[in-house]
């Protein structure tokens, strides 16, 4: 069994509640003999004759003892996860999923801000109390 983030269920929750809908918890990609898997898939019906948009969504909690730690481990899974999706499922957008509380503090600093800055990681944030998004960030 895949080990969920402790905040799995209250981004699910989130982005049903946002209108997407989950067609994957986790979402398998194989690439030659292996695979890996990110956290959710969903899709979104952009109207009834347009194609959906698409995403993968890998959810991050920081809660190690070490938030740079956890920052150095999402930044290598965000980068393998989007090279494969690039070759497997180029029309779906990845996202990492933080909390407001991380984003407030611990992404203001230097060294998360020298990744974001070129904007390859898309993220979403979300309240996990009132399970809601507060900012998508692309």
């Given at each position: ?19 997407w809908?989950?067609t ?15 956290d ?7 109207a ?9 969504v ?5 809660v ?35 909390t ?39």
């Amino acid at each position: 069994m895949i080990a969920k983030d402790i905040y799995h269920y209250n981004v699910r929750t989130v982005l049903e509640k946002d209108g997407w809908i989950i067609t994957d918890a986790p979402l398998t990609l194989q690439f030659g003999s292996r695979g890996v898997f990110v956290d959710l898939g969903a899709k979104k019906l952009l109207a009834a004759e347009r194609e959906g948009q698409k995403i993968a969504v890998e959810i991050k909690s920081f809660v190690g003892k070490s938030p740079v730690k956890d920052w150095e481990n999402a930044i290598g899974q965000f980068t393998l996860y989007l090279k494969i999706l690039s070759k497997r499922e180029p029309d779906r957008t990845l996202y990492l999923a933080i909390t407001e509380e991380i984003y407030a503090s611990f992404f203001a600093e230097d060294i998360v801000q020298v990744v974001l800055e070129d904007g390859v990681i898309k993220i979403i944030v979300i309240d996990p109390i009132q399970e809601v998004v507060t900012r998508w960030i692309n």
